[in-house]
């Protein structure tokens, strides 16, 4: 059956919809979660508003389109300057969840690399509902990541942490959320630290002694934001203890 809607069409109007809908006021107010010399930009709509745009094109093509149809409809959104368009791509793509290829995975880091992706916002949505579905339907894609804390492209590395944040909260691939914990921990930015901290914060849900363990383990060689984040959980004399003897390269036991 052929679509009533090409994937062209259907961004051409759908950027037509976002920018008649969003307001400049709206988008001051997202723009102030952003460092000023980032290059983010918005329509200025609220997220539930872009939600409900997605949700009633998406009514119009279900049960034509395929997820051919959805990957090049993301291909087109995510090229887009605006976030709330590159939103609306992941959202269709990951209706067809069901239907992640292997493949999805080289495209997506193609995407990072050309930058489409280059800033947190955008960067972890892409991973809360593209990346880490794609990783639960092929667990196998887990170690295709760990080369990606190598790659120059910060994007690249912060996917490589953040993908497996939902996963690790849930007690799963923990040998290699360490890994790739562990093989982040030389990198200069704070995005990777904040990610690295979220990723092991997350995991010690499932085991706090495991990731206990681990700290200590590593103890200065740990960014210390990583460090803040990894132990928020933690009661706030542990912290403070963890916070103390992680400075040392020692590796000195905590107090019962």
Request: charged content about 25%; some cysteine.
């Amino acid at each position: 059956m052929a679509s009533v809607i090409t994937p062209l069409q259907a961004a051409k109007q759908i950027l037509k919809t976002l920018k008649t809908a969003g307001t400049s006021e709206r988008a001051a107010q997202s723009r102030v979660y952003f460092k000023t010399d980032e290059d983010v930009r918005f329509y200025g709509l609220k997220t539930p508003e872009v939600r409900q745009i997605e949700q009633e094109f998406f009514a119009s093509v279900k049960g034509v389109w395929t997820y051919a149809d959805a990957l090049q409809f993301c291909d087109l959104m995510i090229r887009e300057s605006h976030l709330e368009a590159k939103q609306i791509g992941f959202e269709l793509l990951a209706r067809f969840k069901r239907q992640f290829p292997v493949a999805l995975l080289k495209t997506i880091k193609q995407w990072l690399l050309e930058n489409h992706s280059a800033n947190w916002a955008t960067t972890d949505g892409l991973c809360s509902i593209v990346v880490t579905p794609l990783l639960q339907k092929h667990p196998e894609l887990v170690e295709q990541l760990k080369p990606w804390t190598r790659n120059k492209n910060l994007w690249v590395r912060r996917v490589s942490a953040v993908a497996l944040v939902g996963l690790a909260r849930r007690g799963k691939h923990l040998d290699d959320t360490y890994q790739i914990a562990e093989a982040l921990f030389g990198w200069p930015e704070d995005l990777i630290h904040k990610a690295v901290g979220w990723l092991l914060r997350e995991a010690g849900k499932a085991d706090e002694k495991r990731l206990e363990e681990f700290l200590l383990s590593h103890g200065a060689l740990i960014p210390r934001t990583t460090l803040r984040y990894a132990i928020e959980r933690f009661p706030a004399e542990k912290r403070s203890e963890m916070l103390l003897i992680t400075k040392s390269a020692e590796k000195p036991k905590l107090k019962n």
